[in-house]
């Protein structure tokens, strides 16, 4: 059944989210500003559950969903913790992760029954991408493209009205490719977690600087190509363009707030003063691809950043809804910067050879680095009704395959983070025995206020206990 069509605003409530959104405007820039208490109307904190609205927690804050991709799957031993509940001890894997054990939950049991090979043969990766977000079986063509509506979508059709953008979608994949690119399913399986209907995927962003452009750009079409020269003439960031705005509005703040602010702003100048450095160094280029200008040579720092830019649009409330794909699955490339030289995929296909799932494991946990820097930022960011932006934010974090040397879709490596505004119950390693995946997700939508969702892809009910 598909979803109820979002119910029109009201003028008490249009009114309502034009207080709590505001933006900073200067020659042409505009700048979403972070949530802050002196303007928000004091009824919207003192909401309760009851008057909770779309994507918003109990106490007014805004409620964020996103969903994280990590390709080729895990080493399954370093990869789970010890004991249960609140009693487990982290993996090597997720060692990195134990500093906001309070922040998450590592979920067991959950399974992908349609990116299982079934009749349709090779092809795990293409499925594991594919199947992530939708949970349906896909049409395995390179020309003849079925998958689903994916769930960030669900949610964003209902919710996405409450921001600018009513989704975001990331990547560090830059390799955009066409036709066939494994075992005959189409490239668009493989490249895409995001899907807006079975036929169209929502294709992602790698590039950071039109991807920071997207967001906080200079003026609406049509103004910006001359408002980006005149920037360049001056060369001044696009802070530049606010500051008189920025000096106007300090006086209506708190000092709390005017401090917020201004770490805000700066964090602002220091993520464009990177993609500006990166840009400075030319074009990426790796061996055997070509790299769009804009892009870091580092792997590590392009996924850093892009890191950074989605914590930005949460902070900022850009979006409610996103999807980041760290590499799509199969991904291959190499990971020198920790002593790996191989290629990933080709490693994740170890045969039980202890140096290469060493290797693996080395991988995995980088990945889980990389996460928990990203988490601690969004730990370290007060949101609008006290709590960090963390507590009011849900993050899946996980991979469509569980062993990639079997191309295995059950028992997913899977971590849910954040509190959801108070609506999850962190702090715990949860056995779910075997569900689908799909079940997880039916119960996000409904925290978010998504309505008339009945099933989801595979979903066979709620999933209770998170």
């Not at 005959?184 to 493989?190: H, I, K, L, V, W």
């Amino acid at each position: 059944m598909k979803p109820a069509a979002p119910a029109a605003f009201t003028a008490e409530q249009h009114l309502d989210a034009m207080n709590r959104r505001h933006f900073l405007r200067g020659l042409g820039a505009c700048i979403a500003l972070p949530s802050l208490a002196s303007l928000v109307p004091t009824r919207a904190l003192a909401a309760t559950p009851a008057a909770k609205s779309l994507a918003t927690t109990a106490s007014g804050a805004p409620l964020r969903t996103a969903f994280v991709y990590f390709p080729n799957g895990a080493i399954p031993a370093s990869w789970w913790p010890e004991g249960s509940g609140a009693n487990f001890n982290f993996g090597p894997t997720l060692q990195p992760l134990a500093p906001l054990r309070h922040q998450l939950q590592v979920v067991s049991g959950l399974d992908h029954a349609n990116a299982r090979a079934g009749n349709d043969g090779g092809g795990d990766h293409a499925r594991g991408n594919g199947v992530f977000l939708t949970g349906v079986r896909l049409n395995k063509s390179a020309t003849d493209i079925r998958a689903g509506i994916s769930i960030d979508q669900t949610i964003a059709n209902q919710v996405g009205h409450l921001t600018r953008f009513p989704s975001l979608e990331l990547t560090c994949d830059t390799d955009r490719r066409a036709g066939n690119c494994d075992s005959g399913y189409a490239c668009a399986y493989q490249y895409n977690l995001s899907w807006r209907s079975a036929t169209t995927p929502m294709p992602p962003e790698s590039n950071p600087r039109l991807l920071f452009e997207r967001m906080f750009g200079a003026g609406p079409r049509g103004t910006r190509a001359e408002n980006a020269r005149l920037r360049m003439e001056a060369r001044r960031s696009v802070l530049d363009f606010v500051n008189e705005d920025t000096r106007r509005m300090q006086g209506r703040l708190d000092p709390r707030d005017r401090e917020k602010l201004d770490q805000y702003l700066t964090g602002i100048r220091e993520v464009e003063i990177r993609i500006q450095k990166a840009e400075r160094f030319g074009a990426n280029v790796d061996p055997d691809l070509a790299t769009p200008a804009g892009i870091p040579r580092s792997h590590g720092e392009h996924v850093r950043l892009m890191y950074d830019l989605l914590a930005l649009a949460f902070k900022t409330d850009s979006t409610r809804v996103a999807t980041f794909a760290l590499a799509h699955d199969g991904d291959n490339r190499s990971f020198s910067e920790i002593g790996v030289a191989e290629g990933h995929h080709d490693l994740s296909h170890h045969q039980g050879n202890q140096e290469r799932i060493a290797k693996i494991a080395r991988i995995d946990r980088w990945y889980s680095e990389q996460f928990a820097r990203f988490l601690q930022d969004l730990e370290s960011t007060r949101d609008v009704d006290g709590n960090s932006v963390l507590h009011n934010t849900r993050i899946v974090y996980g991979s469509g395959n569980a062993d990639a040397n079997r191309h295995s879709h059950d028992n997913l490596p899977v971590i849910l983070a954040g509190g959801g505004g108070g609506q999850l119950n962190p702090g715990r390693y949860v056995r779910h025995g075997s569900k689908p995946m799909t079940n997880l997700y039916l119960s996000l939508a409904d925290q978010a206020g998504v309505t008339g969702l009945e099933r989801f892809g595979d979903s066979t009910g709620r999933l209770a206990n998170i």
